[in-house]
């Protein structure tokens, strides 16, 4: 069994929504976490968009990998 163009082509954008959704998921870290507490960690983004996007990477990478497209 061997990969397509069209699958290769899937891989690529399934692992880059999957860089995207870490790179959404950084960030938001307290100067000194000891004495203060930074809300920033709770923000919309870090806990709705970013798993999205982490799960839609992983699902297309699924589909990459199981579908069979005709040449």
Known sequence: MTFSKKNYILMGVGV???VLGFILLSGG???N?????SYE?????RL????IV???GFAVEAI???KRFKN
């Open 41 to 45: 960690i709770y923000s919309f983004r």
């Open 64 to 66: 990459a990998i199981f």
């Open 16 to 18: 880059a929504l999957i």
């Open 48 to 51: 709705w968009v970013a798993p």
């Open 29 to 31: 870290g307290a100067e």
């Open 33 to 37: 976490p000891e004495t203060e507490f």
């Open 54 to 56: 982490l799960i839609a």
